[in-house]
């Protein structure tokens, strides 16, 4: 029997930390995928979400076993889209589910939001990230490019 997984918004539309306790509880799965991340977990990340970004995450129990950052951009070749920052679930628990939960979750989060597409990058180097996005139908329509200004 699969297990569900329920999706809990940490933050509230205004960007505000609506979930405390869940913002403390993904901080480790958060980790997994972005270990750069400062000491101060959650005061870089209440400075993101005053910038527009939100988090959504994957419970079990108690538990954090998924976490997506997203938020919404509007620009001139698609229109309004949900951006994904970062969409990671917790090692230890990976092809049960979790991931496409969260996927869903923010696929209908896109549409109630009247976006036009669901976005997000990933590095080169995750390549089961990558088979994980095509089998949910995303698509690689660009390059992305960047020069480092520090």
């Not at 209440?46 to 076993?65: H, K, L, P, Q, Y």
Request: aromatic share 8%; with cysteine.
């Amino acid at each position: 029997m699969a297990t569900e997984f329920v999706v809990v918004e940490v933050t509230g539309s205004d960007g505000s930390v609506a979930e405390p306790a869940w913002l403390a509880r993904a901080e480790s799965v958060h980790r997994q995928l972005r270990t750069g991340l400062p000491v101060d977990y959650a005061g870089r990340l209440r400075a993101v979400f005053a910038n527009g970004a939100r988090m959504s995450v994957a419970t079990e129990d108690t538990a954090v076993r998924g976490v997506a950052l997203w938020r919404v951009i509007e620009n001139t070749y698609e229109g309004r889209r949900l951006y994904v920052d970062d969409l990671v679930t917790d090692a230890a628990h990976r092809s049960r589910g979790i991931g496409k939960a969260l996927l869903h979750h923010l696929e209908r989060h896109a549409r109630d939001l009247q976006c036009d597409v669901l976005a997000l990058d990933s590095g080169t180097q995750r390549t089961d990230a990558h088979r994980f996005y095509f089998r949910e139908g995303l698509v690689i329509p660009a390059f992305s490019f960047r020069k480092n200004l520090k």
